[in-house]
T-cell receptor
Framework: GESVGLHLPTLSVQEGDNSIINCAYS??????FIWYKQESGKGPQFIID?????DKRQGQRVTVLLNKTVKHLSLQIAATQPGDSAVYFC??????????????FGAGTRLAVHP | GAVVSQHPSRVICKSGTSVKIECRSL??????MFWYRQFPKQSLMLMAT?????????EQGVEKDKFLINHASLTLSTLTVTSAHPEDSSFYIC??????????????FGPGTRLTVL
């Protein structure tokens, strides 16, 4: 079935370092991908998104890279801060026909930032 | 930004009772909302799509008679867990999308409701 998975369940980094969180997706028809941040006991918070007609998109301290050839998505966080500690999920929209489509979430990666 | 609220944020109930969870879009209208369930240290699993003015669409494996969804207005969807049992204990999260042309609109998530069934 359709699935979105992650290579690393946990990632520990030093404050100030760059973080890279990876995600693999299986549905080649997916055309929209989103990264969410979830802090303990809270709902997911939108970080950045990218459409399949792009391979890179940058935000404030974050960059998402999309490699459609190998169906791989990554989130890069520059100068990681303690406040970045959370669980990060990638999500895909498997139905590109438009409208309000449901999202399929990956397993999640916990990012732990150490001082 | 758009805000989605949920009420209650936390609920503890006895086995066999029913629990209602509300999801509200505070500053926008949402004809569609989504309900997710998240077990500890796991990902979000979509349960159903709530549609204003029509029946909800449930994902495979989700019992519609167990999880009643009512999209009462353009700003409110409710999820009722009927005859709750300990295995229903979970974190329930709703989301509502805004806009979206040629694809999914940005979805805003509620803060979640922690349900504990004793």
């Amino acid at each position: 079935g359709e699935s979105v998975g992650l290579h690393l369940p946990t990632l520990s980094v030093q404050e100030g370092d760059n973080s890279i969180i990876n995600c693999a997706y299986s549905n080649s028809a997916s055309d929209y991908f989103i990264w969410y941040k979830q802090e303990s006991g809270k709902g997911p918070q939108f970080i950045i998104d990218i459409r399949s007609n792009m391979d890179k998109r940058q935000g404030q301290r974050v960059t998402v890279l999309l490699n459609k050839t190998v169906k791989h998505l990554s989130l890069q966080i520059a100068a990681t801060q303690p406040g970045d500690s959370a669980v990060y999920f990638c999500a895909e929209n498997p139905d590109p026909s438009g409208g309000y489509n449901k999202l399929i979430f990956g397993a999640g990666t916990r990012l732990a930032v150490h001082p | 930004g758009a805000v989605v609220s949920q009420h209650p944020s936390r609920v503890i109930c006895k086995s066999g009772t029913s629990v209602k969870i509300e999801c509200r879009s505070l500053d926008f209208q949402a004809t569609t909302m989504f309900w997710y369930r998240q077990f500890p240290k796991q990902s979000l699993m979509l349960m159903a799509t709530s549609n204003e003015g029509s029946k909800a669409t449930y994902e495979q494996g989700v019992e519609k008679d167990k999880f009643l969804i009512n999209h009462a207005s353009l700003t409110l969807s409710t999820l009722t867990v009927t005859s709750a049992h300990p295995e229903d204990s979970s974190f329930y999260i709703c989301s509502a999308p805004i806009g979206g042309t040629g694809g999914a609109g940005e979805q805003f998530f509620g803060p979640g409701t922690r349900l504990t069934v004793l």
